[in-house]
């Protein structure tokens, strides 16, 4: 398969925790990595190699994945983590970069 | 971490080409292999993969694109290009210029260009 399907939005009360996954046959074979995007920005990438945080990227912003899904969890959200989070793994072929949806994260 | 910044027309005509020009900062190389691509946002949408392309020429394209695509890269003068053919509105898009990178278990974008709208429009 060369699809990753997300839900399209999610809300979350501040300071609660919320969950977003991300689903794909790919996501057997190879890592997902995870991208928050803020209107007007590009991308950052939040967490590589499903768990791995990169330099400045808060602890409360964690990765798992089991079989054919991944998940983002925000422990603890805050006002600046609302945003749009898209995930991203190689196709099933290897060579090539799939996306997916995308899920709108509101934080009330 | 390298920074990136794209450059190229905002607008093109319909059945042109369009060009763009990456530029590259920092230190590019990884323990990971390294890919240099193009990542694009239509407006209100989600992100599309066009391709990345290594420094020794390895290259992946997107073949929903149907060959449209070109990568080329030249780390000796930091910048690398995309040329994308035929154009029509639906490739009016915010396009991102990142690097891809990559092993035996993933790839991850850990930069991106801070992204450059192009309109297809007579």
Partial sequence: SSELTQGPAVSVALGQTVTITCQ?????LYSVS????KPGQAPVLVISDKNKRPSGIPDRISGSSSGTTASLIITGAEA????DYY?????????????????????? | QVHLLESG???VRPSETLSLTCTFTGDPT????????????????????LGSRSSGGTTFY????MGRVTISVDTSKRHFSLSLTSLTAADT???????DLRDYSGSSIDSWGPGTLVIVST
């Fill in chain 2, 93 to 99: 898009a915010v396009y991102f210029c990142v690097r």
């Fill in chain 1, 24 to 28: 794909g046959d790919s996501l057997r």
């Fill in chain 1, 80 to 83: 600046e983590d609302e945003a």
């Fill in chain 1, 87 to 108: 995930c991203n793994s190689r196709d099933t072929h290897g060579n090539h970069l799939i996306f997916g949806g995308g899920t709108k994260v509101t934080v009330l």
């Fill in chain 2, 9 to 11: 027309p905002g607008l």
């Fill in chain 2, 62 to 65: 997107n073949p929903s694109l």
């Fill in chain 2, 30 to 49: 990884s323990t990971k292999s390294v890919y240099w691509g193009w990542i694009r946002q239509p407006p209100g949408k989600g992100l599309e993969w």
């Fill in chain 1, 34 to 37: 995870w991208y928050q995007q």
